[in-house]
């Protein structure tokens, strides 16, 4: 997530997409351009959530933007404990409402295909929402599922990235298939 302090006013962005679509690339990207233009540019993750460590690529790689830990950002009400979906959706909104730029970027649907925390209440109340999609491993079409590779229960957190594959609706619903059988 990264929250960029524009001049008037704010809105609410939501680039949402499987593991592997892309979603941080596109958030660098429209972080570089907010620099570009010399607005200031924070970038805020929930540090206690393993859920968004998708989004690690942002602090890790050397050419992504650094980002802030959510605990020494003080005028960030949010993601200092426990996130709930309300939190998150009421805290972009006011911050948008205060003219602040918010984007969001995460994972729309978890591996059994369920939408996914707050993201389907970010995408109804955000003025844009972008859908990326990765490659279906399987048959190279368009994918929007993580497809989760163990039945470990205890890796069935999303974020593991070798523990999952993206693949299209076709395979998804062949797998299911399968799995009933
Ligand atoms: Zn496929």
Redesign the pocket.
Known sequence: MFLENASQKGWIEVICGSMFSGKTEELIRRLRRAQFANLRVEIFKPCVDTRYSDEEVVSHDAHAIRSTPVESAQNILLLTSDVDVVGLVEVCRQLADSGVRVIVAGLDMDFTGKPFGPMPALMATAEYVTKVHAI??????L?HHSHRLTADEKQVMLGAQDSYEP??????A?LRKKERE
């Open positions: 279906c491993v399987r048959c190279g079409n994918a693949i299209c609706r076709h395979c998804f062949e």
